[in-house]
């Protein structure tokens, strides 16, 4: 691991920092309103958002899963997000020409095409991006947390003007998620820092390579405590697309006089919480000095009950906001102390298809299953009833995953963890 520099003089911080900014405001800018684009742009029912949520789930989860074998194969190599960056600079044109005229002409051919492109470019590349992100901070001594605070911030500027933007024309909301991948695509493209051209020279001899090989890789898919672990993601990160974005957005802009007040609203707010994850970001590895990874992870899962809970048993504007912005604890409560799992009970060398597999490919798998049939539920019995059977569900997974997560101490077979109470113990028994 590279000895580690303030963040402002380390060159790959600074080049992941920006590269990970810029591509959460090409996704942010659309990806807050997708939902809503589709049922008042598109005019489709619960049902049928319901549908297309599963299609781009399924898209989502092949994709995902190929990203991850061929980014451990990659290294540190940037093939792949100059890939998904060139998707992100062409989603204007691509929603406009052809997604969008062949949704209404063709829903199930439009939905397949837009799981493809939009999963390749934007759900599993956050994913993709993520997972570099992560590889680089313990390749080049910065922390992740810190770099991953710069994606959050990039969201949370986009997500303030967005519901402005979409009330003028939601297709604008696309075209400037182009301009911000055009953005990304020139620093994954000539942003290279000097140590990370050394490693990637090194990682290109064969004498020297490291990198893991395919049946390592496929190795992952027959570790019965993988397939635990990925249950109680199924159950519990899956919601944050189904409930916040499949259901949410509707719900609260309909909880005002009009739904152009409520789109701005819900922009302003939604832009406001992810400026409180970007400060979360920060904040969660220090919760989990105290209190470990297995119980950040439960303390995520905790605070996911409660919120969508919540937002059944109140329908005011003012409580309901208030309840949303627990979703800025909850985002780094799962994603941080999920990395940190990976590469404390597995082989860090296979944390992009660890983390692909089990985490993201859980929720998306989740999500096929559970997108449609929560939709139908949701168009036959309303909000309500519809969040408390989520939350009753994420209670259920909580329980399991007491159960089931394994102590920060327990079958440790990558990089260990300690909170600060144990190294300050480890410290007085040296002295």
Avoid at 74 to 84: A, D, E, N, P, S
Avoid at 196 to 213: I, L
Avoid at 256 to 284: D, K
Avoid at 374 to 401: C, E, N, P
Wanted: glycine fraction near 8%; include cysteine.
């Amino acid at each position: 691991m590279s000895k580690k520099l303030s963040a402002w003089r380390n060159p790959s911080y600074m080049e992941s920092s920006v590269g990970i900014f810029l591509f959460f405001c090409s996704w942010g800018i659309w990806w807050s309103f997708y939902q809503r684009w589709l049922a008042t742009g598109l005019h489709m029912t619960n049902t049928q958002v319901g549908t297309v949520y599963s299609i781009n789930s399924v898209g989502t989860l092949v994709i995902m899963f190929a990203y991850g074998l061929i980014q451990d194969e990659l290294g540190v190599k940037r093939q792949l997000t100059i890939f998904i960056s060139a998707i992100a600079a062409l989603v204007g044109p691509f929603v406009q020409f052809i997604y969008a005229p062949l949704m209404h002409t063709n829903m199930m051919l439009g939905a397949i095409l837009g799981s493809i492109v939009l999963s390749a470019g934007f759900m599993s590349g956050c994913s993709l991006i993520e997972a570099v992100t992560e590889r680089y901070s313990r390749k080049f001594g910065f922390e992740y947390g810190q770099s991953r605070a710069w994606g959050s911030f990039g969201y949370a500027i986009v997500a303030l003007i967005a519901g402005f933007v979409f009330n003028i024309n939601p297709l604008i909301n696309f075209w400037l998620g182009s301009a911000f991948g055009v953005g990304m695509l020139l620093v994954y493209t000539f942003w290279v820092p000097s140590e990370q051209k050394v490693e990637m020279k090194k990682e290109a001899d064969p004498n020297e390579k490291t990198n893991p090989s395919l049946q390592d890789m496929f190795s992952v898919l027959g570790m019965p405590t993988l397939w635990l672990l990925i249950v109680f993601m199924m159950f519990t990160n899956t919601f944050y697309t189904v409930f916040d974005q499949q259901m949410f957005p509707t719900y609260y802009a309909n909880l005002f006089a009009t739904p152009e007040i409520g789109n701005s609203v819900y922009g302003t707010l939604n832009g406001f919480q992810v400026f409180l994850e970007s400060a979360m970001m920060g904040v969660v590895p220090i919760i989990m000095r105290k209190i470990g990874v297995r119980n950040s992870l439960l303390l995520g899962a905790t605070v996911m009950f409660l919120r969508i809970g919540l937002c059944g048993f109140f329908h005011d504007p003012i409580m309901v906001s208030i309840v949303k912005l627990f979703h800025s604890i909850e985002v780094p409560l799962f994603s941080l102390p999920a990395f940190r799992y990976f590469t404390l009970h597995f082989n860090p060398k296979l944390s992009a298809t660890l983390y692909m597999v089990g985490f993201q490919i859980a929720s998306q798998v989740g999500q096929v299953i559970l997108s449609t049939p929560l939709g139908m539920l949701h168009d036959r019995v309303g909000d309500r009833m519809t969040f408390y059977t989520i939350s009753l569900v994420v209670l259920a997974a909580l329980i399991y995953g007491i159960f089931i997560l394994k102590r920060d101490d327990q079958e440790v077979d990558g990089d260990p963890f300690f909170t600060d109470k144990q190294l300050a113990a480890q410290a007085q028994a040296a002295a």
